[in-house]
């Protein structure tokens, strides 16, 4: 394991080469069909040790039910995910290392109180008691949560909450993050304390993928952008460029109207 900036418990991150990050995760021919409807068509792409992905994509492009399969929460109709090389769905244990923040939170609460939600995570897997209430402890501050510990979470607001539901994941130790629309029905305040996380993970080289259409708060924290249209990936590549492309069809606004450039896109 390795120290990240006071992040060590929740980014575990290996040594490659600098000239190029290790493949984290890949999918290969990925299709999902829901009955007569395909929702993936052949998706390929590849995930890099410690970069913070975007992927961006009308209603109905395929972006939850992509994220549901690479967090290994669903089974793809055919094709394969990869962590690491190795195939997903032949070694559950690896499912531990990738963590999925709904965009709903109140679906993945568990936990009567705060404390005990970030807790469910770790003591599930098997971490000991004193180690699972490092984590928690950990988890507390880095989410700005220490004063609700004892609060139960219907209690808390929505910020709040989606704050708790990336507790919960950063107290597993997850090696990929993966955020489905982090941002939904927050206020400039809360969406600030979200970004503020995922500067901080960013920094601490932690990987992590955000699903979303508001690319104004993000793409600044951002390395590379996905556009998914229709299931399938339409555009990869560096935000600035993959921008200089989009095209109307793909349901996605270019958010430089308003700014110079991707860089500029942020809330914090």
Same mark, same amino acid.
């Given at each position: 394991?390795? /120290?990240?900036?006071?992040?060590?418990?929740?980014?575990?991150?290996?040594?490659?080469?600098?000239?190029?990050?290790?493949?984290?995760?890949?999918?290969?021919?990925?299709?999902?069909?829901? *009955?007569?409807?395909?929702?993936?068509? *052949?998706?390929?792409? #590849?995930?890099?040790?410690? /970069?913070?992905?975007? +992927? @961006?994509? @009308?209603?109905?492009?395929?972006?939850?039910?992509?994220?549901?399969?690479?967090?290994?929460?669903?089974?793809?109709?055919?094709?394969?995910?990869?962590?690491?090389?190795?195939?997903?769905?032949?070694?559950?244990?690896?499912?531990?290392?990738?963590?999925?923040?709904?965009?709903?939170?109140? !679906?993945?609460?568990?936990?009567?109180?705060?404390?005990? #939600?970030?807790?469910?995570?770790?003591?599930?897997?098997?971490?000991?008691?004193?180690?699972?209430?490092?984590?928690?402890?950990?988890?507390?501050?880095?989410?700005?949560?220490?004063?609700? !510990?004892?609060?139960?979470?219907?209690?808390?607001?929505?910020?709040?909450?989606?704050?708790?539901?990336?507790?919960?994941?950063? !107290?597993?130790? %997850?090696?990929?993050?993966?955020?489905?629309?982090?941002?939904?029905?927050? #206020?400039?305040?809360?969406?600030?304390?979200?970004?503020? +996380? +995922?500067?901080?993970?960013?920094?601490?080289? !932690?990987?992590?993928? +955000?699903?979303?259409?508001?690319? /104004?708060?993000?793409?600044?924290?951002?390395?590379?952008?996905?556009?998914?249209?229709?299931?399938?990936? @339409?555009?990869?590549?560096? %935000?600035?460029?993959?921008?200089?492309?989009?095209?109307?069809?793909? *349901?996605?606004?270019?958010?430089?109207?308003?700014?110079?450039?991707?860089? #500029? %896109?942020?809330?914090?």
């Amino acid at each position: 394991m390795k /120290e990240c900036g006071g992040w060590h418990r929740i980014c575990l991150k290996t040594e490659a080469p600098a000239s190029r990050p290790a493949i984290i995760l890949g999918a290969r021919n990925l299709t999902r069909v829901f *009955g007569d409807f395909s929702v993936l068509r *052949g998706i390929d792409l #590849d995930l890099y040790e410690g /970069e913070c992905a975007v +992927i @961006a994509g @009308a209603n109905g492009s395929g972006k939850t039910v992509l994220s549901r399969i690479l967090a290994g929460l669903i089974a793809p109709s055919s094709g394969g995910v990869f962590f690491r090389g190795r195939p997903l769905e032949e070694t559950p244990w690896l499912r531990r290392a990738v963590g999925l923040v709904f965009q709903d939170p109140d !679906a993945q609460f568990v936990g009567e109180t705060v404390a005990e #939600d970030l807790a469910f995570g770790p003591r599930n897997l098997g971490v000991p008691p004193e180690q699972t209430a490092a984590r928690v402890k950990e988890a507390l501050e880095k989410t700005g949560l220490e004063s609700k !510990a004892d609060w139960a979470p219907r209690r808390l607001s929505g910020g709040e909450k989606r704050r708790l539901a990336l507790g919960g994941v950063l !107290a597993m130790g %997850c090696e990929i993050i993966f955020m489905d629309e982090p941002f939904a029905n927050l #206020d400039w305040p809360s969406v600030r304390r979200v970004l503020e +996380i +995922i500067s901080r993970l960013k920094a601490a080289g !932690a990987t992590q993928v +955000i699903l979303t259409h508001e690319l /104004e708060k993000v793409l600044a924290h951002a390395d590379r952008l996905f556009v998914l249209d229709n299931g399938v990936i @339409a555009e990869d590549g560096n %935000c600035e460029a993959v921008l200089d492309r989009l095209k109307t069809g793909y *349901g996605v606004r270019d958010p430089r109207r308003s700014v110079k450039s991707a860089a #500029d %896109c942020t809330w914090l």
